[in-house]
């Protein structure tokens, strides 16, 4: 009983609300939320498209495998020798750089619908996600590796060997997963703990 007099206490001193509650918006909560849900909406984009590869005709120049999109994707760091590696760990890191690439671009999504849409409608929200999604596909595609992926390894590789609807679905699906995690990512303010007695 002691402990929760003193819970009650020390939050009585703090005006109700102890010292360490975020006062306004908590942007590290939405940076830390956007980062682990990213990862969440970046496994579904991959499982996703693994899944399409072996029900969908590949590629011009690509066999069928479940991975070639990680291989094309590959072709950023490593160049036109990705699209024929075999190599287990080469494509394990691939797989990790999109995971890791999903935690990134979780954040951005994360904190649109917590500052933009904060009432929780599912509608608005869907239609936010949506159109963060779309136009992360048409930077990412058009707008920087169209121009950046040549320069730096000298082919465009990503943009031309992903067709276009496929660039376009992983992304959405990526902002569709994350707007079905936002509830996991919502921050509930601290409330006083009320004792027994």
Same mark, same amino acid.
């Given at each position: 009983?002691?402990?929760?007099?003193?819970?009650?206490?020390?939050?009585?001193?703090?005006?109700?609300?102890?010292?360490?509650?975020?006062?306004?918006?908590?942007?590290?909560?939405d940076l830390l939320a956007g980062s682990v849900?990213?990862l969440f909406g970046a496994a579904t984009s991959?499982?996703?498209?693994?899944?399409?590869?072996?029900?969908?005709?590949?590629?011009? &120049?690509?066999?069928?495998?479940? =991975?070639?999109?990680?291989? /094309?994707? +590959? !072709?950023?760091? %490593?160049?036109?020798?990705?699209?024929?590696?075999?190599?287990?760990?080469?494509?394990?890191?691939?797989?990790?750089?999109?995971?890791?690439?999903?935690?990134?671009?979780?954040?951005?999504?994360?904190?649109?619908?917590?500052?933009?849409?904060?009432?929780?409608?599912?509608?608005?929200?869907?239609?936010?996600?949506?159109?963060?999604?779309?136009?992360?596909?048409?930077?990412?595609?058009y707008l920087i590796l169209s121009w950046l992926?040549?320069?730096?390894?000298? &082919?465009?590789?990503?943009?031309? =060997?992903?067709?276009?609807? /496929?660039? +376009? !679905?992983?992304? %959405?699906?990526?902002?569709?997963?994350?707007?079905?995690?936002?509830?996991?990512?919502?921050?509930?303010?601290?409330?006083?703990?009320?004792?027994?007695?």
């Amino acid at each position: 009983m002691e402990s929760t007099d003193r819970v009650s206490e020390v939050s009585a001193s703090a005006g109700g609300k102890p010292p360490w509650a975020p006062r306004g918006y908590y942007a590290a909560y939405d940076l830390l939320a956007g980062s682990v849900l990213g990862l969440f909406g970046a496994a579904t984009s991959l499982v996703f498209n693994i899944i399409g590869a072996l029900l969908v005709a590949p590629p011009a &120049g690509l066999g069928p495998d479940p =991975l070639n999109l990680i291989r /094309v994707y +590959l !072709t950023f760091p %490593l160049g036109e020798p990705a699209l024929a590696t075999t190599n287990g760990v080469a494509l394990a890191i691939g797989c990790c750089l999109y995971l890791a690439t999903g935690t990134l671009l979780g954040i951005p999504f994360q904190i649109a619908q917590s500052k933009c849409v904060p009432d929780g409608d599912f509608v608005k929200r869907f239609k936010l996600v949506t159109g963060l999604a779309v136009g992360l596909w048409i930077v990412n595609f058009y707008l920087i590796l169209s121009w950046l992926q040549p320069l730096l390894f000298g &082919g465009r590789w990503i943009v031309d =060997l992903i067709p276009w609807w /496929v660039g +376009l !679905t992983t992304h %959405l699906v990526f902002g569709w997963t994350m707007l079905l995690v936002y509830p996991l990512g919502v921050f509930k303010p601290y409330r006083q703990f009320e004792s027994k007695t």
